[in-house]
């Protein structure tokens, strides 16, 4: 049982980190935080129930991070207010994807995507 929660925590946390890589995935999306601690909190479990120091310390705080993460995107979703409008509806590459307005600016591969579109 141990390890399969150990591979299905590990696949979370690399899943989120290879869609990150090859723009699928923006870390700025609850999505992405929430894979994150789900997979590190997972391994925590794990590495507390094998008493691995070293395991708990890197999964423990990698979860704590993506705590931090999940409570950042809620607040800022609390925040906005109703009916303001969050995005740009775009279509890249003929898939139409929500935009927010720091994608270009920030440099990240659907930013580019979308300024190669639009030159």
Excluded: C
């Excluded at 049982?1 to 980190?17: D, F, N």
């Excluded at 723009?23 to 789900?38: E, I, T």
């Amino acid at each position: 049982m141990l390890q399969t929660i150990s591979v299905l925590g590990a696949l979370a946390i690399l899943g989120a980190y290879a869609a990150s890589q090859f723009g699928f995935a923006d870390a700025s999306k609850l999505s992405y935080q929430v894979a994150n601690f789900l997979g590190s909190a997972g391994l925590s479990v794990v590495a507390v129930m094998d008493w691995q120091l070293g395991f708990i310390l890197l999964e423990g705080a990698w979860a704590l991070v993506s705590l931090w993460g999940i409570a950042t995107i809620l607040r800022r979703r609390g925040s906005a207010s109703p009916g303001a409008h969050q995005g740009a509806f775009v279509a890249v590459e003929g898939v139409p994807e929500a935009v927010e307005s720091g994608d270009v600016a920030r440099g990240d591969a659907l930013g580019q995507r979308i300024a190669k579109r639009k030159s």
